[in-house]
């Protein structure tokens, strides 16, 4: 209960006015005026800086984001004389060497953190040695624990023959060029980890680091909904609108920047997988994924995605049938796009609680190795829920 305020007399008129000026008289009161003010001031509680109400901090942060530099629409594209139809070169800057990956400025990774609501952590990463045996020919590496003579007591350790695309990855954008056109940017071959420098490797994701919003199409639990069935030994191409569809369904909305992972259940079939399926698989890498078309290329770029990843060997489906050969979404992507791709992802444990909770957005992180001139690296990725 708020006290009382006592009742003030005025004093009559005449005993306010100011004592008659003598010198002493004016410097008293102005010392008193002085130290009356001190104290005044003194009690005044520090003005303190108000604080944005969450709602508008966000909303600060997506307008933001709304005004970011506009990126040209797949129709527009080129935006360089020289460059190939279609081709995003230039558009970061004609000495750039992570592409889409740009699109992660820092108010996008702020706003990202928004879905971070129950504090859940999902790391992404298949054990470095599944699949085994190895797809596409790789080899399968071994694993050397060391205990030091003279301290038995430490252990170190050592790998041989290690591929880092052999279990989950990221394609660095040196992993794959045009075959008529080349590489990203037009960087000449020479200048190529490889082919004789060191441009485009892995190394240039590790330095800039990967974070930002992620969304999942879980399209494997679509297809169990609407009973349709993938055959995961057969090179099936998934239709862009059953990968539409599945988005819509789930009711999120991609926004530029956005991380986009697709669960078509591979991981889950290959897990499962008698070893006579496995060792075909090594033989003969058959594959289904995501449609390769242009009419996909236009909806990645038009969508402005900074990544795009499967739990596909892939995320295309391979090999490609007979003159088709040239519909190869790899091309497009890496080599036009500047947009990595992420394969073989373990997405189990993601999807299964996006069902539970209703929600598909997350937070994504992901530091590749920084392998000078890599070609690939596990991705080291966690989304954050």
């Not at 080899?139 to 301290?151: E, L, R, S, Y």
């Not at 290690?162 to 990855?169: L, M, W």
């Not at 995320?315 to 497009?332: D, Q, S, V, W, Y």
């Amino acid at each position: 209960m708020a006290k009382s305020k006592k009742k003030m007399k005025k004093a009559p008129r005449q005993a306010r006015k100011v004592a008659p000026k003598t010198a002493k008289g004016k410097k008293a009161a102005s010392k008193g005026t002085k130290r009356a003010l001190a104290v005044k001031a003194a009690k005044q509680p520090t003005p303190k800086k108000s604080a944005k109400p969450i709602g508008r901090h966000a909303a600060e942060i997506v307008k933001a984001v709304a005004h970011s530099p506009k990126i040209p629409s797949y129709d527009e594209l080129p935006v360089r004389a020289g460059a190939p139809a279609g081709a995003a070169w230039g558009v970061f800057g004609d000495d750039d060497e992570v592409g889409t990956i740009n699109l992660l400025t820092p108010e996008r990774v702020i706003a990202a953190a928004a879905s971070i609501r129950s504090g859940k952590v999902f790391a992404m990463n298949l054990p470095i040695n599944i699949p085994d045996p190895p797809l596409f020919t790789r080899g399968k590496h071994t694993h050397t624990v060391k205990i030091f003579p003279t301290a038995d007591f430490v252990l170190d350790d050592y790998l041989d023959n290690f591929y880092p695309q052999s279990s989950s990855q990221w394609d660095a954008l040196a992993h794959v060029k045009h075959p008529i056109y080349g590489a990203y940017n037009g960087i000449p071959d020479n200048q190529m980890t490889g082919r004789g420098g060191m441009r485009l490797g892995i190394d240039n994701l590790a330095r800039r680091g990967i974070a930002g919003r992620g969304v999942l199409a879980d399209l494997a639990r679509y297809y169990d909904r609407i009973g349709k069935s993938i055959d995961f030994t057969k090179n099936k191409s998934i239709p862009l609108d059953d990968v539409q569809a599945t988005l819509e369904e789930e009711g999120v909305a991609i926004r530029a920047g956005d991380i986009l992972l697709i669960r078509i259940g591979w991981t889950k079939f290959y897990l499962s997988a008698s070893e006579e399926i496995k060792a075909q698989l090594g033989k003969e890498t058959v594959v289904p994924g995501i449609e390769a078309s242009e009419r996909t290329a236009r909806w990645l770029w038009d969508n402005h995605l900074a990544a795009v990843a499967s739990d596909s060997p892939a995320l295309e489906a391979l090999p490609k049938p007979a003159g088709e050969e040239t519909e190869f979404l790899h091309f497009r992507m890496l080599a036009f796009f500047g947009m990595p791709i992420g394969e073989m992802w373990n997405l189990e444990a993601l999807a299964e609680d996006c069902a539970v909770d209703g929600r598909y957005d997350f937070f994504l992180t992901s530091a590749p190795l920084n392998v000078p001139g890599g070609i690939g690296s596990p991705p080291n990725a966690l989304a954050i829920k």
